[in-house]
T-cell receptor, first 110, second 115 residues
Framework: GQQLNQSPQSMFIQEGEDVSMNCTSSSIFNTWLWYKQDPGEGPVLLIALYKAGELTSNGRLTAQFGITRKDSFLNISASIPSDVGIYFCAGPYNFNKFYFGSGTKLNVKP | DAGVTQSPTHLIKTRGQQVTLRCSPISGHKSVSWYQQVLGQGPQFIFQYYEKEERGRGNFPDRFSARQFPNYSSELNVNALLLGDSALYLC??????????????FGPGTRLTVL
C-alpha cells in the first residue's frame, strides 16, 4: 500500500511560535487532507486541498498542496495551548482507498 | 446537525469471539468508511461503502466484513477475534466518493479490547 511519511514525528514549541510540518508520498495524490486528533477522539478535518500548488487557510492554519503532487505542508501560526494534539495528513489513492500518515505530535508550552 | 455517531463506545471481548460495531453517518452523506487505529499510529483504512456497495478495501483479512444499509448506516463485523484486533475503530462518512465529495468526517470511535 501507499506510505505517507510525516515529519517531524513530534515537536515541542513555546506558545506564540509558528509551526511547520510536512507529509510526503512516493505516489501522486489528487487530494490532500489535514486532520487533528485529540486523545480518545476521532480525527477532525482541518483543511482539504485539491489542486497542485493550492494554498488554503483556515484561521491560523495554512496548508499547501505540493507542486509535484507528492507532498503537502501544514503551518500553524502563533500557536496556543489548544493546538496540542496529533496532526495527520491523509489522502485517497485511486479515489476509494484512504491512506493516513503516522502523525506529528505537537506539544505547546504555555 | 448531528455528526457521525458510533456504538458502542467501548467493548471488551475475548479471543475467538465475534464483534459488531455500528455507525450512523452525517445526514445527507451516502458513503461510510471504516478504519482501525492502534495506539501510536495513524488510522488504517479497512473499507469504504457507497450506496450499499463496497467501493474500497484495505489490507485486512477476511475476518473483517462490513455492510451498509438503505439508510446509509453501516456495521463492521470482525470474526475470530485476535489480541491484535484491540484498537480504536473509527467510522467516517462522506458525501460521496468522487473528488470534492470524499472528505472524511470521523465519529468518536469504538474502543475494542480483546483479552
Amino acid at each position: 500500500g501507499q506510505q505517507l511519511n510525516q515529519s517531524p514525528q513530534s515537536m515541542f514549541i513555546q506558545e506564540g511560535e509558528d509551526v511547520s510540518m510536512n507529509c510526503t508520498s512516493s505516489s501522486i495524490f489528487n487530494t490532500w487532507l489535514w486532520y487533528k486528533q485529540d486523545p480518545g477522539e476521532g480525527p477532525v478535518l482541518l483543511i482539504a486541498l485539491y489542486k497542485a500548488g493550492e494554498l488554503t487557510s483556515n484561521g491560523r492554519l495554512t496548508a499547501q498542496f505540493g507542486i509535484t503532487r507528492k507532498d503537502s505542508f501544514l503551518n500553524i501560526s502563533a500557536s496556543i495551548p489548544s493546538d496540542v494534539g496529533i496532526y495527520f495528513c491523509a489522502g485517497p489513492y485511486n479515489f476509494n482507498k484512504f491512506y493516513f500518515g503516522s502523525g506529528t505530535k505537537l506539544n505547546v508550552k504555555p | 446537525d448531528a455528526g457521525v455517531t458510533q456504538s458502542p463506545t467501548h467493548l471488551i471481548k475475548t479471543r475467538g469471539q465475534q464483534v459488531t460495531l455500528r455507525c450512523s453517518p452525517i445526514s445527507g452523506h451516502k458513503s461510510v468508511s471504516w478504519y482501525q487505529q492502534v495506539l501510536g499510529q495513524g488510522p488504517q483504512f479497512i473499507f469504504q461503502y457507497y450506496e450499499k456497495e463496497e467501493r474500497g478495501r484495505g489490507n485486512f483479512p477476511d475476518r473483517f466484513s462490513a455492510r451498509q444499509f438503505p439508510n446509509y448506516s453501516s456495521e463492521l463485523n470482525v470474526n475470530a477475534l485476535l489480541l491484535g484486533d484491540s484498537a480504536l475503530y473509527l467510522c467516517a462518512s462522506s458525501r460521496g466518493t468522487g473528488l470534492h465529495e470524499n472528505e472524511q468526517f470521523f465519529g468518536p470511535g469504538t474502543r475494542l479490547t480483546v483479552l
